[in-house]
């Protein structure tokens, strides 16, 4: 069987090419919003991310570039559900497609997330958070404001720890709606409700629950009445994992409404505890105070009786006793001194002049020693004699011949010689 002439072979580049073009060109594919579950999540040196989206029957590979990381306000993990958008677009060197994400997202909470992310964002340019606009906590309130709902846990929490650390503070309830739809105007009107009512401290609280539970102290008609409020505000709001947008605003945050139920109500045992330490570390001062002038009176009254005649008298007799005895003692010491002195100078003067005689004997022997190297008597003692011929002195053969008379004179006399040879030494 012969195959049919083929018209035209494309290469492999020119069809994934040509199957790009059509990705591109696709509107749909361009902005596209995938939800699913992320699978293989791997976070690259280069800053970009690379991951799996995946459902019950299928799977796509994605990848997020460093440059729209900003589109990612959270860290993304294995198992979460998200909403994924960007573009689905061919890797033509691959021959695969893939999502191209630009903006990713939580499912369900993700967008509430993102909500609280922005306008935290949009409140904090505002300086709203800023620590200058905090007020300070009134230590002693004796009139506490609570907006909360009057069913709720939180309250009763409140009163209970109210009543346990202090029965004499008065409490005063602003109800508002806490959870669903107008919760954030109730909790708003509250705040101002309370804000005019003239309390000391303002305690906004309720009970843990979801992001979507929480989200009425996420608003930010909440957020701005606790900022405009002329009253220090402590937010109770949740558990102490639960973070919302009043806590960044108000004076001072509490993780539970219990514990901002601490941090408003002093306890009045330990301030009874406290006076008491105040009254008898007042009363240690005063008994120190009573001490310390008396012994200034008693100083001044031994500074009187020095100041007397008397006593003056005696001390300059004692202290001109004083003073001759010192002059009596440096005399001795002086006497001591010269005596030392004298005797010292005359050990060193005998010590010199031995040392002189000593010096001179040994120069004398010196001399003496090389005297009696150069003595004619002590060369002759050695073997040598003194020889001459007539008055001449004989130093050579030439000073001689055959037949001359000579005088040899050795250590204990004269031999008398005549010449029978005169023979001269080779070199």
């Given at each position: 069987?012969?195959?049919?002439?083929?018209?035209?072979?494309?290469?492999?580049?020119?069809?994934?090419?040509?199957?790009?073009?059509?990705?591109?060109?696709?509107?749909?594919?361009?902005?596209?919003?995938?939800?699913?579950?992320?699978?293989?999540?791997?976070?690259?040196?280069?800053?970009?991310?690379?991951?799996?989206?995946?459902?019950?029957?299928?799977q796509m590979a994605c990848v997020m570039f460093a440059g729209q990381r900003a589109g990612l306000s959270f860290q993304m993990r294995e198992g979460d559900a998200v909403i994924v958008?960007?573009?689905?677009?061919?890797?033509?060197?691959?021959?695969?497609?893939?999502?191209?994400?630009?903006?990713?997202?939580?499912?369900?909470?993700?967008?509430?997330?993102?909500?609280?992310?922005?306008?935290?964002?949009?409140?904090?340019?505002?300086?709203?958070?800023?620590?200058?606009?905090?007020?300070?906590?009134?230590?002693?309130?004796?009139?506490?404001?609570?907006?909360?709902?009057?069913?709720?846990?939180?309250?009763?929490?409140?009163?209970?720890?109210?009543?346990?650390?202090?029965?004499?503070?008065?409490?005063?309830?602003?109800?508002?709606?806490?959870?669903?739809?107008?919760?954030?105007?109730?909790?708003?009107?509250?705040?101002?409700?309370?804000?005019?009512?003239?309390?000391?401290?303002?305690?906004?609280?309720?009970?843990?629950?979801?992001?979507?539970?929480?989200?009425?102290?996420?608003?930010?008609?909440?957020?701005?009445?606790?900022?405009?409020?002329?009253?220090?505000?402590?937010?109770?709001?949740?558990?102490?994992?639960?973070?919302?947008?009043?806590?960044?605003v108000a004076d001072m945050r509490a993780p539970t409404p219990s514990a901002a139920a601490e941090l408003a109500v002093y306890e009045i045992r330990a301030l009874d505890e406290a006076?008491?330490g105040y009254h008898a570390q007042m009363t240690r001062q005063m008994l120190d105070a009573i001490e310390a002038h008396k012994g200034r009176v008693q100083a001044k009254k031994d500074?009187?009786?020095?100041?007397?005649?008397?006593?003056?008298?005696?001390?300059?007799?004692?202290?001109?006793?004083?003073?001759?005895?010192?002059?009596?003692?440096?005399?001795?010491?002086?006497?001591?001194?010269?005596?030392?002195?004298?005797?010292?100078?005359?050990?060193?003067?005998?010590?010199?002049?031995?040392?002189?005689?000593?010096?001179?004997?040994?120069?004398?022997?010196?001399?003496?020693?090389?005297?009696?190297?150069?003595?004619?008597?002590?060369?002759?003692?050695?073997?040598?004699?003194?020889?001459?011929?007539?008055?001449?002195?004989?130093?050579?053969?030439?000073?001689?011949?055959?037949?001359?008379?000579?005088?040899?004179?050795?250590?204990?006399?004269?031999?008398?010689?005549?010449?029978?040879?005169?023979?001269?030494?080779?070199?």
């Amino acid at each position: 069987m012969k195959w049919r002439k083929m018209k035209e072979a494309y290469t492999v580049s020119q069809v994934n090419g040509y199957i790009k073009n059509m990705f591109i060109k696709d509107m749909l594919l361009n902005r596209i919003s995938i939800k699913g579950e992320v699978s293989n999540c791997k976070y690259h040196t280069s800053g970009h991310i690379y991951f799996t989206l995946k459902d019950g029957a299928s799977q796509m590979a994605c990848v997020m570039f460093a440059g729209q990381r900003a589109g990612l306000s959270f860290q993304m993990r294995e198992g979460d559900a998200v909403i994924v958008s960007g573009s689905i677009q061919v890797y033509e060197r691959d021959g695969k497609y893939q999502l191209y994400a630009q903006r990713i997202v939580l499912d369900g909470i993700g967008q509430l997330y993102e909500r609280f992310e922005k306008l935290k964002a949009k409140l904090n340019e505002q300086g709203m958070f800023e620590k200058s606009h905090k007020l300070p906590i009134p230590p002693f309130p004796k009139k506490i404001g609570i907006v909360t709902a009057k069913t709720g846990a939180a309250l009763q929490d409140i009163r209970n720890i109210a009543a346990r650390r202090n029965p004499f503070v008065q409490l005063v309830l602003a109800p508002v709606q806490v959870q669903g739809f107008g919760a954030a105007e109730s909790v708003a009107r509250g705040i101002r409700r309370m804000d005019k009512y003239g309390v000391d401290i303002i305690i906004v609280a309720r009970g843990g629950g979801s992001i979507e539970d929480l989200w009425a102290f996420n608003e930010e008609s909440v957020a701005r009445a606790v900022y405009a409020c002329a009253t220090p505000v402590i937010s109770g709001v949740g558990h102490e994992t639960d973070v919302t947008l009043i806590d960044y605003v108000a004076d001072m945050r509490a993780p539970t409404p219990s514990a901002a139920a601490e941090l408003a109500v002093y306890e009045i045992r330990a301030l009874d505890e406290a006076l008491a330490g105040y009254h008898a570390q007042m009363t240690r001062q005063m008994l120190d105070a009573i001490e310390a002038h008396k012994g200034r009176v008693q100083a001044k009254k031994d500074r009187l009786s020095l100041l007397s005649p008397q006593r003056r008298l005696a001390a300059k007799r004692e202290k001109a006793e004083l003073a001759g005895a010192a002059i009596a003692n440096r005399m001795e010491a002086i006497l001591k001194e010269k005596k030392a002195r004298f005797s010292g100078a005359q050990e060193w003067l005998s010590s010199r002049m031995q040392a002189v005689l000593e010096k001179k004997h040994a120069r004398l022997a010196l001399c003496a020693a090389r005297l009696k190297g150069i003595s004619p008597l002590e060369r002759f003692s050695q073997g040598y004699a003194y020889v001459a011929a007539g008055k001449k002195n004989v130093t050579s053969i030439r000073d001689v011949g055959e037949g001359t008379r000579l005088v040899v004179s050795v250590r204990d006399g004269d031999i008398f010689a005549e010449v029978t040879q005169v023979r001269e030494h080779k070199a």
